[in-house]
């Protein structure tokens, strides 16, 4: 089982629509979690954090369910400038490397 | 914007040749990181150090190399390149392993 899994997509929603992406890990230690995004041809950056309480930035919402070891990013009244890949990144702990999950590409569709 | 810098940006060398990918950065970080990216492909972690003087092999076996003489410099070394290793490398640092990641912009390599 790969450590961080998300569902590759692609996602093809329309603008304003709301889309939910998921991600697991397996490694029930792990204590930090990001969304990071990553456009066409550039370096990927860190979007959020996300927190055991959940938090959100905007229009975006992240949430973390220790228990089913998942987390999850929200992004509400989708904009076109949304469409990008967004990458899951767990880390052990503070001494640990990050790992990125493979990404989920999103299309928001005019 | 995050102040770590790679060069070249973009390279077309021969098959054969010794090349290094320059790394660095400014904000003292410990941990730095290579991954090797495909266009439209996921990002594979092929080497990590967390200090001066440790290097560790990520998750994809790649036959290049790295260094951390300094903290703030992380090279990395193809002594033979070939076609098989053209790709996008991508270099990160953190201070911590639960920090955020901050990445250079890339070197996109082209072996002919």
């Known amino acids: 089982r790969k450590e961080v899994e998300q569902d590759p997509g692609p996602f093809n929603v329309p603008e304003g629509a709301t889309v939910a992406f998921n991600c697991t890990y397996s490694n029930s230690a792990s204590q930090s979690f990001f969304w990071y995004r990553q456009d066409c041809r550039k370096e990927p950056k860190l979007l959020m954090s996300v927190y055991s309480s959940g938090n959100e930035d905007g229009r975006f919402t992240a949430q973390l369910n220790r228990a089913s070891q998942y987390i999850s990013l929200l992004i509400r009244d989708s904009k076109l400038s949304d469409s990008a890949t967004y990458l899951c990144v767990v880390s052990l702990n503070r001494d640990d490397k990050i790992i990125f999950g493979k990404g989920t590409r999103l299309h928001i569709l005019p | 914007e995050a102040d770590i810098y790679q060069t070249p940006r973009y390279l077309v060398i021969g098959t054969g040749k010794k090349i290094t990918l320059e790394c660095s950065q400014t904000?003292?970080?410990?941990?730095m990181y290579w991954y090797q990216q495909d266009p439209g492909m996921e990002l594979h972690l092929i080497h990590y150090s967390y200090g001066v003087n440790s290097t560790e092999k990520g998750d994809l076996s790649s036959e290049s190399t790295v260094s951390r003489i300094r903290t703030e410099h992380f090279p990395l070394t193809l002594e033979s390149a070939r076609p098989s290793h053209t790709s996008q490398y991508l270099c990160?640092?953190?201070?911590?392993?639960?920090?955020?990641?901050?990445f250079g912009q890339g070197t996109r390599l082209t072996v002919v």
């Open positions: 904000m003292g970080h410990d941990k």
């Open positions: 990160a640092s953190s201070v911590e392993g639960g920090t955020e990641a901050f």
